[in-house]
């Protein structure tokens, strides 16, 4: 889970901190960036027909400038944590998505950590099918479907100095 929300003085110190990394993910090509749990976290949505080919967990080539960039803002804030969530379309089975859904996302969580991302600050996750974002009916839909979540969450150190400048 992404979380509770502080709010008050110690959000608004998280939430700056959040803007600040933010603006430097929005530079990336091919990550979708989004402020979340009232500002404190940040959404980045990679899309998997960047990132992987059909059916695949290798990661593209053409992926990895965008990782390498998203790597070294993740290295450049290092107190927060990093939960990273795969998802496929509804085509093909479960004993197939679901599998996919966690490789891929373990392919992120390793590729990261090849970069220098400690890996006692990620997790990853494979939720298949289970969560669509748009309808699995049409085409444009199952791409969007088809995509690895990362999120970047406050962690305790983060969380306790900002408390601690609010109080």
Do not use: C, W
Not at 29 to 50: D, L, M, P, R, W
Not at 88 to 114: C, F, H, K, Q
Not at 127 to 153: C, M
Request: net charge negative; proline share 2%; charged share 25%.
């Amino acid at each position: 889970g992404i979380g509770a929300i502080l709010g008050g003085t110690a959000g608004a110190i998280i939430g700056n901190r959040m803007d600040k990394q933010a603006a430097e993910l929005e530079q990336i090509e091919g990550a979708q960036v989004e402020k979340v749990n009232e500002g404190e976290a940040i959404k980045v949505t990679f899309e998997s027909g960047i990132l992987f080919a059909t059916n695949s967990s290798t990661l593209s080539s053409a992926s990895r400038s965008s990782l390498d960039k998203f790597a070294t803002s993740l290295q450049n804030n290092p107190d927060t944590d990093v939960e990273i969530y795969g998802h496929t379309d509804s085509s093909g089975s479960d004993a197939i998505n679901n599998p996919l859904s966690e490789r891929r996302a373990e392919s992120v969580y390793s590729y990261l950590s090849s970069k220098g991302v400690s890996g006692l600050r990620m997790s990853y996750e494979g939720f298949g099918s289970k969560q669509p974002v748009a309808d699995n009916s049409t085409v444009a839909g199952r791409a969007e479907n088809r995509r690895v979540e990362v999120y970047i969450l406050p962690n305790a150190k983060m969380i306790k100095e900002a408390q601690e400048q609010a109080n």
